[in-house]
Structure formats: structure tokens, C-alpha cells
């Protein structure tokens, strides 16, 4: 199994723009609820709308929905050119079976469609049959997305003879993280915004939110090198720890997606101090960075021979 860099690359890419979407897909349509009455009508007195202003909310929508699209193509992209062949993407579309791949790339298509869909749904003034349909359509990417954040596990741990994607902890640990990346994107547009006051009600939600996929995300990347103790390769586990992909685990992974953003996190929800646009974006590239590096670790030891 050869698996290069631009799989790692993939693999971030794919659960990132998932994670993005599925958060803010969830939200979105949990707050265009909430707003229409048992008639069809908007509520414009709605608690939601009084929070956040219409045009900064559907700024916010559009810079999110067209970052998932354009990471997904290039996630896609980043597929095609390790596998060397164009066409082999479209062979696994047109000729679907059951394995991961294929399930993959089928996931993979119909999210685009979905955060293209809500792409327009948040640029264009369209009629209200339209808007239900790019609703409905929305509505139908949430699930997908999970897919998407799950199979970039899955795809490692069906690759049966490399011991050190055997366990059932690595897809749940990439879910986790895709969440949590998909939270730093939004939280970036957030802080995109020029009226920082207006959304900030928002950035403390998604806070909140990313301290438990974090937390989460740690306890299950301890429980996971638990699992992996007793059959994997030492040699592996300590080229992880001690070795030569070590200062990319500790430093890029464990500092950068873990502990510095538990740190800035709990220090804001701690004090009740609502954190500056700067230091938001900057806990956010953390995550991704962290992110980006776990996927590089996991599948550069485990790409290597095991005994």
C-alpha cells in the first residue's frame, strides 16, 4: 500500500470542508426554524434575528458554503493527482461497488451538490419554491458530511495489513477532528466580518462547541495509542512518540490542535471573557495546522513496513 503525502492532504481537506458544513448546516437550519411560524411566514421579531443582522448572517453563510465547495474540488484534486489517472475518480462515480473508495467518492460528489446548493441559496435572491428546494437539498448534505468525516477514517482501517489503523478509535478520532476544523472555518469567516460585536454571540457558541471536540478529540487520541499498545509495531508507536515523527505529533498535533486551543478555550469560558477577532483567528489556523498534521502522522507511520 503506497499511500504519498497528497492522500494526508486529502484526507484533511475532505473532513474539513465535511465538518464545516455539517456545523454550519445544523445551525443554519436549526435557526431558519426557528424563524418561520406554523404559516410558512418569517418571524422578523424572532430572538435569532435580533441576535445576528440578516446581511452579516448571510455574509457569513456565503464565505463558509464557498470555502466547502472549493476545499472539496481541491480535496478531489489532491485524489486524482496521487492516483495519476483523471479518469479513475469519474470510473469510481460511473461504476460504483461497495468498497470505501467508491462509497468515498459518491459521499464526496454529493456533498459538493450539497454546499453548492447552499452556496446559492445564500448568494442568490431565488423564488421560495427554489429556496425549498436548495433546502431540502441542504438538509440532505448533513448526514452525507458525516459520511465524508467518517470514511477518511474508514479508508485507513480497511487497509487490513497495516496494523497500526486497527482500531476502531481512528475513525472516531478523524470525526472529531473534522469537527473541530470545521468549527476553526467558520469561526475565520466569523472573525472576517468588519462588525466583530454583531457575531461575537456566535463565535462563543462555536467556542463552546470546539472545546468539546477537542477535549473529546484528546481523550479519544489517549484511548487510541491505548488500543494500539499491545499489536502494533513498537518500532511504529516509538517513530510516533520519540522518533522521527514525533516533533510533527507533539508539536504540530498534541500543541497546536489540542493543548494551546484547551488553553485559549477554557480561558475565555472560564473568565466570561469574550475573545478578540485576533485571537480568535488565531486559536482557529491552530486547529487546522493540528489537524493537517495528524493526517500527516497517521499515515506516514503507518505507510511504513511492520513486523
Same mark, same amino acid.
Given at each position: 500500500?503506497?499511500?504519498?503525502?497528497?492522500?494526508?492532504?486529502?484526507?484533511?481537506? /475532505?473532513?474539513?470542508?465535511?465538518?464545516?458544513?455539517?456545523?454550519?448546516?445544523? *445551525?443554519?437550519?436549526?435557526?431558519? %426554524?426557528?424563524?418561520?411560524?406554523?404559516?410558512? #411566514?418569517?418571524?422578523?421579531?424572532?430572538? &435569532?434575528?435580533?441576535?445576528?443582522? #440578516?446581511?452579516?448572517?448571510?455574509?457569513?453563510?456565503?464565505?463558509?458554503?464557498?470555502?466547502?465547495?472549493?476545499?472539496?474540488?481541491?480535496?478531489?484534486?489532491?485524489?486524482? &493527482?496521487?492516483?495519476?489517472?483523471?479518469?479513475?475518480?469519474?470510473?469510481?462515480?460511473?461504476?460504483?461497488?461497495?468498497?470505501?473508495?467508491?462509497?468515498?467518492?459518491?459521499?464526496?460528489?454529493?456533498? %459538493?451538490?450539497?454546499? *453548492?446548493?447552499?452556496?446559492?441559496?445564500? &448568494?442568490?435572491?431565488?423564488?421560495?419554491?427554489?429556496?425549498?428546494?436548495? =433546502?431540502?437539498?441542504?438538509?440532505? /448534505?448533513?448526514?452525507?458530511?458525516? @459520511?465524508?468525516?467518517?470514511?477518511?477514517? !474508514?479508508?485507513?482501517?480497511?487497509?487490513?495489513?497495516?496494523?497500526?489503523?486497527?482500531?476502531? =478509535?481512528?475513525?472516531?478520532?478523524?470525526?472529531?477532528?473534522?469537527?473541530?476544523?470545521?468549527?476553526?472555518?467558520? %469561526?475565520?469567516?466569523?472573525?472576517?466580518? #468588519?462588525?466583530?460585536?454583531?457575531?461575537?454571540? =456566535?463565535?462563543?457558541? *462555536?467556542?463552546?462547541?470546539?472545546?468539546?471536540?477537542?477535549?473529546?478529540?484528546?481523550?479519544?487520541?489517549?484511548?487510541?495509542?491505548?488500543?494500539? &499498545?499491545?499489536?502494533?509495531?513498537?518500532?511504529?508507536?516509538?517513530?510516533?512518540?520519540? /522518533?522521527?515523527?514525533?516533533?510533527?505529533? =507533539? /508539536?504540530?498535533?498534541?500543541?497546536?490542535?489540542?493543548?494551546? $486551543?484547551?488553553?485559549? #478555550?477554557?480561558?475565555? *469560558? !472560564?473568565?466570561?471573557?469574550?475573545?478578540?477577532? $485576533?485571537?480568535?483567528?488565531?486559536?482557529?489556523?491552530? @486547529?487546522?495546522?493540528?489537524?493537517?498534521?495528524?493526517?500527516?502522522?497517521?499515515?506516514?507511520?503507518?505507510?511504513? $513496513?511492520?513486523?
Amino acid at each position: 500500500m503506497t499511500f504519498s503525502g497528497l492522500i494526508a492532504v486529502y484526507l484533511f481537506l /475532505g473532513g474539513t470542508a465535511a465538518g464545516a458544513y455539517a456545523v454550519l448546516a445544523v *445551525l443554519d437550519v436549526a435557526c431558519n %426554524m426557528s424563524t418561520w411560524n406554523r404559516h410558512g #411566514e418569517r418571524n422578523r421579531a424572532s430572538h &435569532a434575528s435580533k441576535r445576528l443582522c #440578516e446581511s452579516t448572517y448571510q455574509r457569513i453563510r456565503r464565505i463558509v458554503y464557498g470555502a466547502t465547495l472549493c476545499i472539496l474540488i481541491l480535496g478531489v484534486l489532491c485524489l486524482i &493527482a496521487d492516483l495519476g489517472r483523471p479518469d479513475a475518480f469519474y470510473y469510481l462515480l460511473l461504476y460504483p461497488t461497495s468498497s470505501l473508495i467508491s462509497i468515498g467518492a459518491l459521499a464526496l460528489s454529493l456533498l %459538493m451538490g450539497s454546499s *453548492l446548493a447552499a452556496f446559492c441559496d445564500a &448568494a442568490f435572491s431565488l423564488g421560495a419554491h427554489v429556496r425549498r428546494v436548495l =433546502w431540502a437539498l441542504k438538509a440532505v /448534505g448533513i448526514p452525507v458530511a458525516f @459520511v465524508v468525516m467518517a470514511y477518511t477514517g !474508514m479508508l485507513l482501517k480497511s487497509v487490513v495489513a497495516v496494523r497500526f489503523w486497527q482500531t476502531m =478509535w481512528l475513525p472516531v478520532l478523524f470525526v472529531l477532528s473534522a469537527l473541530s476544523c470545521g468549527c476553526a472555518v467558520i %469561526m475565520l469567516a466569523i472573525c472576517s466580518c #468588519e462588525d466583530w460585536w454583531a457575531v461575537r454571540q =456566535w463565535g462563543v457558541k *462555536l467556542l463552546r462547541f470546539d472545546f468539546v471536540f477537542v477535549v473529546l478529540e484528546l481523550l479519544v487520541t489517549i484511548l487510541l495509542f491505548a488500543s494500539l &499498545a499491545p499489536v502494533a509495531s513498537t518500532d511504529v508507536l516509538c517513530d510516533v512518540l520519540t /522518533g522521527r515523527h514525533s516533533q510533527l505529533f =507533539w /508539536g504540530g498535533f498534541v500543541l497546536c490542535a489540542l493543548l494551546l $486551543p484547551i488553553v485559549i #478555550e477554557m480561558i475565555s *469560558l !472560564m473568565s466570561r471573557r469574550h475573545l478578540s477577532a $485576533p485571537t480568535t483567528a488565531f486559536a482557529s489556523v491552530l @486547529v487546522l495546522v493540528g489537524g493537517l498534521c495528524l493526517r500527516l502522522v497517521v499515515v506516514a507511520a503507518g505507510v511504513q $513496513p511492520l513486523v
